[in-house]
């Protein structure tokens, strides 16, 4: 008799293999951001520049060297990313970079990127930083200047800055053109419709009046 077991277990595998894979590999050299053209419809990436017409300064930006205002918000974090549009020969790349400025014991709370692993250096300062994996394990480490970090794709993670005099400053690199980033406190607690009271009262196990002040607190 034909074992047909092994096809069968085999087929959904590479499909979830192929389904969880980063960026799609670009099909030539570069597809350098063509800014002028109106996208049209909706598809992964940018439209591509005539490849005759791509110059040096298409694969070159100065965005990451301005200090972001990390008064902008109450965690007091301010994060500065390069796109198809400000450094457009990262177009089809499969990476993002990130600027991030952290105030005096400021926090870039709890958050995950669904499409990218991060790995971020910090320039200067002291962070402690950290990821959650699916088990609830904590992985929590300080760093200092010149030291790295690896978040894993999809994890929940944080960066506090332990210093309550002096900023941080750390740069990121991420596997995807289009990272995501979901905040877990405004994903919670500030968004559009609202989640009812009830389910936020017994998941956080909080009163009706904490879920008023939480979602004020974050402008709500």
Do not use: W
Request: hydrophobic share 40%; net charge neutral; aromatic share 8%.
């Amino acid at each position: 008799m034909r074992n047909t077991f092994l096809p069968k277990i085999l087929l959904p595998l590479i499909l979830l293999i192929e389904v969880a894979q980063s960026d799609p590999d670009p099909l030539q050299d570069f597809c350098v951001t063509d800014v002028a053209t109106t996208q049209p419809f909706f598809f992964n990436g940018a439209p591509c520049l005539d490849p005759a017409l791509a110059i040096p300064s298409h694969f070159t930006t100065s965005i990451l060297s301005k200090a972001g205002n990390t008064g902008a918000n109450p965690f007091g974090f301010n994060v500065t990313l390069t796109n198809a549009k400000n450094l457009p020969g990262s177009n089809t790349q499969g990476l993002t970079m990130a600027r991030i400025d952290i105030a005096p014991n400021g926090l870039m709370p709890p958050h995950s990127h669904p499409r990218a692993s991060e790995v971020t250096l910090l320039l200067s300062g002291n962070l402690l930083v950290g990821f959650v994996d699916t088990s609830n394990r904590l992985f929590t480490q300080q760093l200092r200047a010149g030291d790295s970090f690896v978040f894993p794709r999809g994890m929940l993670h944080y960066l506090y800055n332990l210093n309550s005099l002096a900023p941080a400053l750390a740069v990121s690199g991420l596997s995807s053109q289009n990272p995501g980033a979901q905040l877990s406190p405004l994903a919670n607690f500030v968004m559009k419709p609202m989640i009812i009271d009830d389910v936020l009262k017994k998941s956080f196990q909080i009163s009706a009046k904490d879920v008023e002040r939480i979602r004020k607190n974050l402008g709500g």
